[in-house]
């Protein structure tokens, strides 16, 4: 029996998961991607885990399919970075059951480092790839990509962007089709890639890359829709919904689905059969390329900009025909709202104290800690990649003591989440190689930036029961670091100490700030272990303010100037009670005032964090 | 597409803009349309600007409305009404809670909240003041104030009719049916149709 749904296009990614047949699924969180496992998650017949990075996730997934499931797994474009590795490689040898690796892309980058377009892996990897254009398709293609996988005894690539994972539309949804787990069968000529196999492995994807693209020009996820023949225009993804938008009925359109290895005939029949073609995609002209091979003239990247989303707006404007008449505000009625840390947020206090010290270098890493750079705490140097900060920190580092007279000390900053996704081997790194620097993980329990995924450091799974914490104090103590000390951030005193310590020191050292992030759901064992939490909350006794605004300076939003009387007060519904703007005020204006209930705002909130 | 009719919700993260515009969306797509939703849940989700954006007519392809696209412009708040006001068609109509949320440079002391924005949108568009907020209290629940929102648009955009909104309502929301209902009823109320 059919249903139509709304289903968000993650959702649906998942929903058709689930019809295909899919019996495990690993992946990290990272936008625009995240609900993809959290949706599986709910679907009974499928294991879904979240893993400690990308690799792990697609690695697991891999070893699934040779067992003979189908498998997914899932992540954001630069997760692909991550999980490269093995996919590079498990191109060669192929699948039992079929496995789809989706890879959610950022055209816009409205949380992401970079604008990277995972088309290229495709390519790159030589692996056949789909491009769901809405919620619909997103859940019928799922199918499509397991038939091909197994058919064709290779990976897929299933690629989605922002608009598509976000969007909400329409689905007619299915039934569950039960697949049964292939046999596994060992055969070293498919699975062990030493040399010798390998080569011949390399011959085999180039035949199949020949098949494949037979079956691209044959599949109806390439179809042409014939009207006007003076425009035509080729797009894939939600690029085909913007084009439709702005060049309406009268142009014809190639639609192309199914776009790793592209259709040539189909492209070759639709270029000669229209006088202009116009080429929308997202990023790279990589449409717009095998156009131009196969010896057709196109617009494309010579009129839309090689960045950004392709909405409607962006062509119009591009194909010269300027804005839809629209009305202008003053901007000096508009005021930014720039994202900040929570108020209550533990990376506040460790973050106050480090903006205060000269001579310090912090390399920073991802995750909402990234905000440390912002004002006012002016407290990170930069940051590239997950699991960063230790490994470039312990490399800057060393540059600088080649430096002579120079003083300046590395600090590095990680996550837990990101301590555990890459930061592990860099600390290795920084133990191996005795490097001076001083790392810090900030462990406020949870995958904050995201949206509040479980963690090995949680003791928690995906679906929420309880399993084995990673010990982390032992964890860094393993890896070869001796000094290692826990504090709590919001005691700035605290802080002081710890830093005055780990830079004393010639050797590595790692400090462990714990705190819960004020937005995670916080479990029973939270609760017991952090007894403080949410005990009261703090007060400006308005007598005592002398204006100094020197809690201001802790950048936390529920501390709100009142100019009119050069006072600060303190919004009862945003403060947590976390002191820090208490340690702060010199006049002790600040109090905090214990109640025995006052409740936990991130229960209250219901409050689904940001992203990255 | 011609006969998209197209709803943009903003407002400031945290404030029930996408109950509201999960809530639409469900109805529309009860009502018989196509409908398609964008939201984009950036880092602004922490206090920041956030948007809904609905689609909806025989066959929507877009999910996103472009600037001047959007029939009504629904605002939780002041300040992000005047943010947004470049989606909105020139001969499209405004639904602005009377409600401010100061953002960061303002809590700081750094700049004021800006004065004579509902002039401003009322000089600019068609505009209708709506004090959700305090609607919302008098009934017993300052959150209900997206109810009351949505009830103004449902009115505003002349979906009244085309599906059982009370049953919607029902179906969907978890909590406090009741004064939600009436919330949403005082919305409608606030709005003629044009
Ligand atoms: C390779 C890669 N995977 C995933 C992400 C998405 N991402 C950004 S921050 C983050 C998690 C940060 O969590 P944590 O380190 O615990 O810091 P918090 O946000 O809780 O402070 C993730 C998964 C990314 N940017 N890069």
Redesign the interface.
């Known amino acids: 029996m059919s249903v139509r749904k709304l289903l968000t296009g993650n959702e649906a990614v998942a929903q058709g998961a689930w019809e295909a047949g899919v019996r495990f699924a690993s992946a990290y969180p990272g936008t625009p991607s995240t609900e993809i496992l959290e949706t599986i998650a709910e679907y009974e017949g499928i294991v879904a885990e979240w893993a400690p990075n990308e690799k792990v996730a697609f690695e697991a997934a891999m070893g699934g399919a040779f067992a003979g499931a189908r498998t997914l797994a899932s992540m954001k474009h630069v997760g692909v970075n991550v999980a490269a590795d093995p996919l590079l490689t498990m191109a060669y040898m192929g699948v039992n059951g079929g496995f789809v690796l989706v890879t959610a892309d950022e055209p816009g980058q409205h949380s992401s480092q970079n604008e990277q377009d995972n088309r290229r892996y495709a390519a790159f990897a030589k692996v056949p790839m789909l491009e769901p254009s809405d919620s619909q398709e997103s859940k019928d293609m799922m199918r499509v990509a397991y038939e091909v996988s197994e058919a064709f005894d290779t990976p897929v690539l299933f690629r989605m962007t922002t608009r598509v994972c976000h969007s909400k539309g329409i689905v007619e949804c299915g039934e569950r089709t039960e697949v049964p787990v292939r046999t596994y069968v060992k055969d070293v000529r498919k699975y062990i890639t030493v040399p010798a196999f390998a080569q011949k492995m390399r011959v085999r994807v180039e035949e199949r890359m020949k098949r494949l693209a037979e079956y691209s020009d044959a599949s109806p996820l390439n179809a042409i829709e014939w009207n006007g023949r003076a425009v035509g225009v080729v797009a894939s993804g939600v690029c085909f919904r913007y084009a439709k938008e702005v060049f309406g009925d009268a142009a014809s359109y190639l639609k192309l689905g199914f776009t790793h290895p592209l259709p040539d005939a189909r492209l070759k029949e639709f270029c000669a059969g229209v006088e202009t073609v116009y080429v929308v995609e997202e990023n790279d002209p990589i449409i717009e390329e095998r156009i131009r091979i196969l010896g057709f003239a196109c617009r494309g990247k010579d009129l839309f900009p090689p960045y950004g989303e392709m909405t409607p707006d962006v062509l119009r404007k591009a194909l010269g025909r300027g804005e839809l008449p629209h009305l202008e505000a003053s901007p000096e009625r508009i005021v930014p709202r720039p994202p900040g840390l929570c108020a209550g947020c533990p990376h506040r206090g460790f973050f106050h104290e480090v903006g205060k010290r000269k001579n310090l270098v912090v390399a920073g890493d991802i995750g909402c800690y990234t905000l440390g750079f912002t004002e006012p705490y002016n407290a990170m140097d930069y940051n590239a990649c997950m699991g960063a900060s230790i490994s470039s920190g312990h490399g800057f580092q060393q540059v600088l003591d080649m430096v002579p007279g120079e003083k300046r000390r590395v600090l590095s900053v990680i996550g837990d989440s990101t301590f555990f996704h890459t930061g592990v081997n860099s600390l290795l790194d920084v133990a191996y190689n005795r490097s001076r620097t001083v790392s810090v993980i900030l462990d406020n329990r949870i995958t904050g930036m995201t949206g509040h995924q479980q963690n090995p450091g949680t003791g928690y799974t995906l679906q929420g029961k309880p399993t084995k914490e990673v010990d982390l104090v032992a964890l860094v103590r393993a890896c070869g670091i001796e000094h290692v000390v826990t504090i709590d951030p919001n005691d700035l005193t605290a802080v002081r100490n710890a830093l005055d310590w780990a830079l004393s020191l010639d050797e590595p050292s790692v400090i462990i700030t714990v705190w819960p992030c004020v937005l995670k759901k916080m479990t029973q064992a939270d609760l017991s272990r952090f007894p403080d939490l949410f005990s009261g909350k703090c007060r400006v006794i308005e007598e005592k303010c002398i204006g100094c605004r020197m809690c201001l300076r802790t950048g936390c939003p529920s501390l709100i100037y009142d100019a009119a009387k050069n006072k600060v007060w303190i919004d009862p519904a945003q403060c947590v009670g976390c002191t820090v703007c208490k340690q702060v005020c010199k006049p002790e204006a600040i109090v905090k005032d214990f109640k025995e209930t006052a409740a936990a705002p991130g229960a209250l909130a219901g409050a689904k964090g940001g992203k990255g | 597409?011609a006969g998209t009719s197209e709803i943009l919700l903003v407002g400031?993260g945290?404030q029930g803009t996408l109950l509201a515009s999960n809530l639409l969306?469900?109805a529309l797509?009860e009502a018989g349309y196509?409908?398609?939703?964008?939201?984009?849940?950036?880092?602004?989700?922490?206090?920041?600007?956030v948007s809904s954006q609905v689609r909806y007519g025989d066959r929507?392809?877009?999910?996103?409305i472009?600037?001047?696209?959007a029939d009504i412009l629904v605002s939780f708040e002041q300040?992000e009404a005047?943010?947004w006001?470049?989606?909105?068609?020139?001969t499209g109509r405004v639904v602005v809670n009377d409600y401010r949320i100061?953002?960061?440079?303002?809590?700081?002391?750094k700049?004021?909240?800006?004065d004579?924005?509902l002039d401003?949108l009322r000089g600019?568009?068609d505009t209708t003041v709506v004090d959700a907020a305090g609607i919302a209290k008098r009934l017993g629940n300052a959150r209900a104030m997206n109810l009351v929102l949505l009830g103004a648009l449902v009115k505003g955009m002349d979906l009244v009719s085309c599906v059982d909104w009370e049953r919607v309502i029902r179906e969907n929301v978890k909590r406090d049916v009741e004064l939600n209902l009436k919330a949403f009823r005082e919305g409608m109320a606030q709005v003629g149709t044009r």
């Open positions: 597409m400031v945290g969306t469900l797509m196509d409908v398609k939703m964008a939201e984009i849940h950036g880092m602004s989700q922490r206090g920041g600007s929507v392809e877009s999910p996103v472009e600037l001047g696209g300040m005047l943010r006001l470049p989606y909105l068609k020139p100061a953002p960061a440079p303002v809590l700081s002391g700049v004021p909240y800006p004579g924005i401003e600019k568009a």
